[in-house]
T-cell receptor, first 115, second 115 residues
Framework: ETGVTQSPTHLIKTRGQQVTLRCSSQ?????VSWYQQALGQGPQFIFQ???????GRGNFPPRFSGLQFPNYSSELNVNALELDDSALYLC??????????????FGPGTRLTVT | GENVEQHPSTLSVQEGDSAVIKCTYS??????FPWYKQELGKGPQLIID?????GEKKDQRIAVTLNKTAKHFSLHITETQPEDSAVYFC??????????????FGKGTKLSVIP
């Protein structure tokens, strides 16, 4: 069974730039959620993708957007980067519907630094 | 929205002793409560979870209890070992459809097991 993978591992960007982060879901999973984890904090929900559509969004501005592809992999795009966007970005996959929809398995994350 | 409070923020125990981490939640509609372990440089790892129709669940040295009336749940680790040292997060979810399985996390507890 292949776990959740994310790329790149680390990324350094300049304020105002745009960034794309990538996630491959665990085999057999069809739903992908993205979370932002600031240093010393718990992860915060950004949004969830199912059937290539955004289903559910946390308190994040529209410059955070995403995509899900037919193979269930996903991208997180952030435009007009701000210093406060520096964080660990986590992707989690799950299987909807059914009881497995609750269980989210996380990837190792992408560490984004905005200077 | 849901709010999850977690205590303590740091916990040091001697190897072999027990560790208890407590969380409270605010949304009575929440029905799923997972616990994650996050080691340095890694993504959160699901270690145990409990659903709202169950009061207690045990898996070897770890157990979780849930009190729905009081809206709190706890993680118990017995016979702690140095490899249990990590940051532990509690979370809550009120899943009821695609996109609604977002997790709201506590701020984490840094557990140190002293050999």
């Amino acid at each position: 069974e292949t776990g959740v993978t994310q790329s790149p591992t680390h990324l350094i960007k300049t304020r105002g730039q745009q960034v794309t982060l990538r996630c491959s879901s665990q085999s057999g999973h069809n739903t992908v959620s993205w979370y932002q984890q600031a240093l010393g904090q718990g992860p915060q929900f950004i949004f969830q993708y199912y059937r290539e559509e955004e289903n559910g969004r946390g308190n994040f501005p529209p410059r955070f957007s995403g995509l899900q592809f037919p193979n269930y992999s996903s991208e997180l795009n952030v435009n007009a980067l701000e210093l406060d966007d520096s964080a660990l970005y986590l992707c989690a996959s799950s299987k909807y519907p059914g009881q497995g929809a609750y269980e989210q398995y996380f990837g190792p994350g992408t560490r984004l630094t905005v200077t | 929205g849901e709010n999850v409070e977690q205590h303590p923020s740091t916990l040091s125990v001697q190897e072999g002793d027990s560790a208890v981490i407590k969380c409270t939640y605010s949304d009575s509609a929440s029905n799923y409560f997972p616990w994650y372990k996050q080691e340095l440089g890694k993504g959160p790892q699901l270690i145990i979870d409990i659903r709202s129709n169950v009061g207690e669940k045990k898996d070897q040295r770890i157990a979780v209890t849930l009190n729905k009336t009081a809206k709190h749940f706890s993680l118990h680790i017995t016979e702690t070992q140095p490899e249990d040292s990590a940051v532990y997060f509690c979370a809550a979810s009120n899943g009821s459809g695609a996109g609604s399985y977002q997790l709201t996390f506590g701020k984490g507890t840094k557990l140190s097991v002293i050999p």
